[in-house]
């Protein structure tokens, strides 16, 4: 595990402590080389007494079976080549293979892609979405957390073509974790504590990610909320159908994740703790005829189904597994 000292990568490694299947051999941590995991996670003491956090050099030389990736923007597309070449298959949770078009890179993220020739083979592992291609997979792209929380709630509307593809809207809370570990003005506790506050405007970059996902022209207005973990996504499209109701809506919602364990269909509006420290994804949904749009909701745990726990449940499709396997389908309550 590349990453591991992060707030996505101590999810990896909290989920791995219980998933059969998954032995942690290797755990890298570019600042915390030579400290042990549990002096960084105090949290995974129990499972991880000595395991100490080796240079990304280091795990490179290790012989693996499967590298989980949990590491900033752009610093991906180093390691992932030498993996390729050595036939370890890849899982991502970072943007660096998300993207199919190499021209959105430097569009949104200011740079040139260093392995671009790779985009076309990575699959996006929003499992349930892209199911088929996941199967025998070797390398996973998985999904950003404001892009899984969207297209869950929207993209049964788009694939049966109730929805139009320009002017949608889409409003979300996340917690403070999905910023990462880093520190910085935003994230100081006097300024956090009791607040809200809009980031990103118009330049978010998961913004294409939902776009490609949808094939739509998006408005993503992300909100950093004082929580440490979790998402709330509302999300709004301009019906293109009279036809469609509220109980319409709510039962496509139950049609398409009949057979998703991990994605919840509720008549109320989802809250930000229902899937806390789950793989779980709650959605709903509420058609306004007066006006004409289509509101959308779900919340998920950004650290879960919005990264680490989707990351497994990827691997588990593209392995022949159990997708539940080692992720919670019950959240954290109260």
Not at 47 to 58: K, R, V
């Amino acid at each position: 595990m590349v990453g591991a000292t992060g707030y996505a990568g101590a999810e990896l490694l909290r989920l791995c402590a219980t998933h059969p299947d998954l032995d942690v051999v290797a755990a890298s941590g570019s600042s915390n080389v030579g400290r042990r995991v549990v002096d960084v996670v105090p949290a995974l003491s129990a499972f991880y007494p000595t395991m100490l956090i080796c240079s990304t050099a280091q795990l490179l030389a290790t012989p693996l079976d499967v590298v989980f990736l949990a590491l900033p923007h752009g610093e991906s597309q180093s390691v992932v080549p030498r993996l390729v070449r050595d036939g370890v298959n890849v899982v991502d949770l970072g943007a660096d293979f998300r993207l199919k078009d190499p021209a959105h890179y430097r569009q949104w993220y200011g740079t040139e892609h260093a392995a671009s020739d790779l985009l076309g083979k990575f699959v996006y592992g929003l499992v349930e979405r892209h199911r088929d291609e996941l199967v025998g997979a070797p390398l996973i792209a998985a999904p950003g957390c404001y892009p899984t929380a969207t297209s869950l709630a929207l993209g049964p509307f788009f694939d049966a073509g109730l929805v139009e593809r320009t002017g949608v809207v889409v409003n979300a809370l996340s917690g403070a974790s999905g910023a990462g570990r880093g520190t910085n003005d935003r994230l100081h506790f006097s300024r956090l504590v009791g607040n809200a506050e809009a980031y990103g405007l118009l330049t978010h970059r998961h913004t294409p990610e939902i776009e490609q996902e949808l094939g739509a022209s998006v408005l993503l207005t992300p909100h950093l909320v004082p929580v440490s973990r979790g998402m709330l996504v509302s999300a709004y499209a301009r019906v293109s159908s009279s036809a469609l109701t509220s109980e319409g809506a709510l039962e496509l919602l139950r049609q398409s994740y009949e057979h998703d364990p991990f994605v919840v269909v509720t008549s109320d509006p989802p809250t930000l703790k229902d899937p806390l420290a789950s793989n779980l994804c709650f959605v709903s949904a509420r058609v306004d005829v007066r006006t004409g749009w289509l509101l959308a909701m779900s919340s998920l745990d950004n650290l879960g189904k919005g990264a680490a726990g989707q990351a497994i449940q990827a691997w588990n499709v593209s392995t022949g597994r159990d997708e539940r396997l080692g992720l919670a389908t019950v959240g954290v309550t109260p």
